[in-house]
């Protein structure tokens, strides 16, 4: 248990007291306080000679680069194809100014589409293993699930992974698929906030960017059995993952989102309801970025192997 007791600890101290260190004068982005000081905690605590840190989604450099912060010693990647949220083109060159600004030498760009970069992870961290691993860059369902089998042959026998945006039904979803079809690991941790925090406002969101920002599922390496097998919650009923068949096999399957937002800028989503009532647990509260996480915890939920 010493390994699991160590990545709780981070995470409590987190949750109390939030980042070990800040640079909001030279870093900002997508992330909460709780979320990256534990991945400085565990920077600090987890991460030996021969093991590495390993991010998917660099964007800004926010995570990587504050978490590289918190151990000068040890090796720091952030696999990121700079091709979304970046209308500009500057992401990349922002975060080398970024690790230039902070005198970081331990970083390393790894400038690459995830699954490319996982398949062939050996070309950029050589014989080290993955100590700590954080998710935070495509959030479709295969992505997320792909992020995590592909990283198991590189993961250290104690390793900790960390999933962002598990607010998301299909990123839990991808979370569960995995634990269910691997007993060796076990989920440790999970906290969410009601909705995305671009969906939230005033008090809602200033928690969640203290917190832990789109909601958190920590999955610990865990081959001796000695946590309870936990699930994050999600809907019984497969009738999205249905549809992406659908969807795959259609005659233009890539105007389908178009079409949507076209609907979208003439209003006609009453149209819609109209027509065929969309069943409950589909219809989302918001244009977009719906997450269906209302009603989950929101203090954080450890395993219950470890309430005694
Ligand atoms: C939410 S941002 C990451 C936020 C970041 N961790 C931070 O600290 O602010 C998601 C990132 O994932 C990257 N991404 C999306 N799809 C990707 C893919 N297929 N391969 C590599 N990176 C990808 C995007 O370019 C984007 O920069």
Redesign the pocket.
């Known amino acids: 248990m010493e390994f699991i007791e160590k990545v709780s600890r981070c995470i409590k101290e987190a949750q109390e007291s939030g980042s070990l260190l800040e640079r909001e004068d030279v870093l900002?982005?997508?992330?909460g306080k709780k979320l990256?000081g534990t991945l400085q905690r565990l920077a600090k605590e987890v991460l030996t000679e021969d093991t590495c840190y390993l991010?998917?989604?660099?964007?800004?450099?926010?995570?990587?680069l504050?978490t590289a912060l918190a151990n000068p010693k040890a090796s720091f990647y952030?696999?990121?194809?700079?091709?979304?949220?970046?209308p500009e083109g500057k992401?990349k060159s922002l975060v080398e100014e970024r690790t230039a600004k902070l005198g970081l030498e331990n970083t390393t760009l790894i400038n690459?589409?995830?699954?490319?970069?996982l398949e062939n992870l050996e070309q950029y961290i050589g014989d080290k293993k993955v100590g700590v691993y954080?998710i935070?860059?495509?959030?479709d369902y295969r992505?997320q699930l792909m992020c995590l089998l592909l990283i198991k042959p590189y993961l250290a026998d104690n390793a900790v992974i960390l999933i962002?945006?598990s607010n998301y039904r299909h990123v839990r979803q991808a979370n569960r698929d995995f634990l269910k079809t691997d007993t060796d690991f076990k989920l440790l941790f999970e906290s969410y906030t009601p909705a995305h925090p671009m969906n939230l406002k005033g008090k809602d969101k200033e928690k969640a960017l203290q917190g832990w920002w789109d909601g958190i599922n920590i999955i610990v390496k865990d081959a001796k059995g000695q946590l309870n097998q936990e699930f994050p919650e999600t809907l019984r009923n497969r009738d999205l993952y249905e549809n992406e068949h659908l969807l795959h096999a259609s005659q233009y399957p890539e105007q389908t989102l178009f079409l949507w937002e076209i609907m979208k800028k003439f209003k006609l989503y009453p149209l819609l309801n109209i027509l065929r009532k969309p069943k409950k647990e589909y219809s989302g509260k918001f244009k977009n970025a719906n997450t269906y996480s209302e009603g989950l915890s929101q203090n954080g939920k450890f395993n219950s192997s470890l309430d005694s």
């Open positions: 900002s982005g997508y992330s990256y991010e998917v989604g660099v964007y800004q450099g926010l995570t990587l504050s952030g696999i990121d194809n700079f091709a979304f949220f970046d992401n690459a589409d995830y699954e490319d970069a954080f935070d860059g495509p959030h992505s962002d945006d």
